[in-house]
């Protein structure tokens, strides 16, 4: 999610935090304008009721739909050719920043604007709508774009109490027009699937059900790992400022009404520039922050959900999966596993991993968008919910799937003691490298996809590991591990320097595959840290090894290495263990992600620690 332009998937085209001139230009920008308030504009829509353009297996409209603060966002309104155009139908509807409405097309029977180029409806979700058939079935589609990208007015505001009363806003105005049933479901991927969950911690009027994919379940923890920076801490917020001023103009905002928005979100200190310094605050207590959290709105939501989540997604990753899944209290449905940020039915070719495997789902498993229709089926139409589709389908480390009522379910715990030790802070450390021709490579970098071959290493910079390392004994059978690893540490040392912990499978070689982590600011005494969700097999024979280390250079960052010496007095591990045969296995298989974690997602573990 954290990349400036994408394609209909949300594939990033181009990086801005990778462009050293894009950030140049646009800090520059921001830092350079007077200050002038204009207030932004938005021309009325070209195609209506009256003018419904076809497009595929509906009726193209747009709509203009009234929010907070004077915003009005733009929609896209799809209805079924097939139908009457007063039947009434169930709603589905996606709402975030990524929608392209605007193309050149010469086809006939699109509308054209004075330049001769055609106007055609956002097609982020193509997918779904062919996929689950969504029109031909009698669900009206509508896209929204959030407040300040797109055809709609006003200022972006990165998930915080604007865009949620965008979603609110959104969602009543779709279950209350004449054509609707009054039933809506939110959809979407990434951010927007922030957006449905927004939704669904709201329990807006109307929302029936919601489906997300890759979410961000608290946008602190998108930028920071409990007080610590990720690497993507500038680049994500500057993603979203280009997002929202680059040019791309949709129908029913004439180049001056696009500009002038741009212009006056540009130049107005409490937009684009107060919200970039407004998310360099590490603070979590922050109200900035507490504003942003999703998972005290999704506690006791009994709104249906429809959840993916990898459990090795670089971009957005499972730091607050096992929180949300317990807060919910209305029917949840979830695909879990071992894959990257890709949508449930994406293959290696649509998720751009180049593996040579196009045609390979990228999750392993098959039939998700038409599991999707039969969740909308159920609880936008009302009918039964298909008994074929399990609760929970759950992906682990060895490629197999298997299908549970819960996750986790059934979980016992056992807790070790950590080592004591010391490590000096020198911020070169990385939770993964390999040895390779006598030099060491990194090869994990925030927001890269863990198989095919665009994968990346880079250059480690320390020839020996840094940290305070606790291998356990080898295990006598095969564990699961399923759930939330917790670790607490007891420390000595500057309070505000950064941690991270590490978990390992070690295999017989001495070689670590790291499972999870996270990382935090050290508190004064005793520090817990809950790693990122997951669920793996640790083989018989292998061990588990605890590296307790620096903030994880690849990952996060830390703004000044200081060479302070850390003493680590011990502590404790926690592992939330499930029987191995848990579940009923289940259709699916491996994927490219997780080759491609197995083979480079790896360390060689120190024999001496």
Known sequence: MHLARRDRNGRRKFDIARSSFSVVLVAGLLLGLSVVVIPSAASAAPVGPANRVPVGDGLWTAARIPSTGGVTLYADVLRPRNLPANAKTPVVMAIGPYFNHFARRGEKGNARDGMGRGLIPANRYDDLIAGADLLKRGYTVVMVDLR?????????DAAGPSEQSDVASAVRWAANQPWSTGKVG????????????????????????????????????????????RVNRLGTPLSFVYLS??????????????FERSFANFVNPYCLTGGLLAQLNARKSDAYWRARNLLPRLRGSTVPLFLTQGFID????ADGLEQALAGMRGPVRAWLGMWDHVRGNDTDMTALLNSGTPNRLSTGRSGYLKEVGRFFDAHLKGRPAATSDPRFVIQDNTGRWRAQQTWPQNVSSRTSTLRSGSYVYDGR????????????????LDSLA??????????????????????????????????TIKVSLNTTGPATMPVAVDVYDVDETGTGTLITQNAAILAPKSTSIALFSTDWVVAA???????????NNGRWGYDTPTKARIQVKGGTVT???????????????????????????????????
């Open 148 to 156: 300040g990208y797109g055809g709609s007015s006003g200022c972006p």
């Open 186 to 229: 939110l959809y979407g991927k990434s951010y927007d699937a922030v957006t449905a969950l927004m939704g669904a911690g709201m329990e807006v009027p109307g929302l029936s059900a919601a489906v997300a994919q890759e979410p961000v379940y608290d946008w602190y923890r998108y930028l920071y790992g409990n007080g610590v920076p």
């Open 575 to 609: 592992l939330p263990l499930a029987p191995v045969d848990i579940g009923t296995p289940t259709s699916g298989g491996s994927n490219s992600n997780l080759e491609g974690y197995l083979g480079s997602f790896r360390y060689p573990v120190p024999r001496r620690r």
């Open 541 to 551: 024979g292998h061990r588990l090894a605890i590296r307790v280390t620096d903030s």
């Open 314 to 317: 670089q971009n957005t990753s």
């Open 245 to 258: 001023t680059g040019f791309s103009p949709v129908p029913g905002m004439d180049l001056s009404s696009y």
């Open 450 to 483: 863990p198989g095919g071959t665009n994968f990346q290493v880079a250059r480690t910079g320390d020839s020996a590991s840094n940290g305070v390392w606790t291998v356990l004994p080898p295990e006598a059978s095969n564990i699961r591990l399923s759930g």
């Open 429 to 444: 450390q990385t939770a993964t490298k390999i040895l390779y021709l006598g030099r060491y490579y990194a090869t994990q």
